[in-house]
């Protein structure tokens, strides 16, 4: 431990511990901070008052295209997207700053949380590695998350083509709607 500065170690619990209160997931604390995973289960107890889910994260890259998911999946890309790009915020902090900005948009327009912070650190990961990609739909030229197999030049989205065999998801579509133009617009005051 010696030579090991207490600020920079300070700085890891303070990210960890919000890591934790977002929602991340044990194998996600351990990618993200240098803290030793003894530690890091004693910290996760002490915040939440439980141990950590164990097991395996079961996510694969189909979740991201289910129609409501590739909603809310596309909505935090382009946030992650406009983040990196117009900001130096890089990396964990800029997943964070962009789950952030995420909820605020949810809760704004009342949705329902369906991206968990796990899935969103999980999905960054699967654009970085290029299993999925963003393209523009034809129609509203919005940005949405695609299987990097799939992209094709015509692609249109699931708000232009809502699906016809459920019966609440023009509202559900509507309320999207309103999330993607009501994050576009706050976004332009990052
Ligand atoms: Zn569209």
């Not at 303070?14 to 289960?41: I, K």
């Not at 799939?150 to 509507?174: E, M, W």
């Amino acid at each position: 431990m010696k030579g090991k500065s207490i600020l920079s170690e300070g700085k890891q619990i303070q990210l960890a511990t919000e890591l934790v209160r977002l929602g991340a997931r044990l194998q996600v604390l351990e990618a993200s901070t240098t803290l030793s995973r003894e530690r890091l289960v004693k910290l996760y107890k002490e915040v939440k008052g439980a141990s950590p889910p164990k097991g395996m994260l079961p996510y694969s890259e189909d979740w991201f295209t289910g129609w409501q998911p590739n909603m809310h999946s596309s909505l935090f890309i382009n946030i992650y997207n406009y983040i990196t790009r117009y900001t130096k915020v890089r990396d964990i902090d800029a997943i964070i700053k962009s789950y952030q900005l995420y909820l605020e948009h949810i809760e704004a327009n009342r949705l329902q949380r369906i991206l968990s912070f796990t899935r969103a650190w999980t999905l960054v990961r699967f654009v970085e590695s290029k299993v999925l990609s963003v393209t523009s739909c034809v129609k509203c030229t919005g940005n949405f998350l695609v299987h990097s197999l799939d992209i094709q030049s015509n692609h249109v989205c699931g708000l232009c083509h809502v699906p016809s065999r459920a019966g609440k998801t023009k509202r559900v579509a509507q309320e999207a709607r309103a999330a993607q133009e009501a994050g576009a617009g706050e976004l332009c005051v990052i």
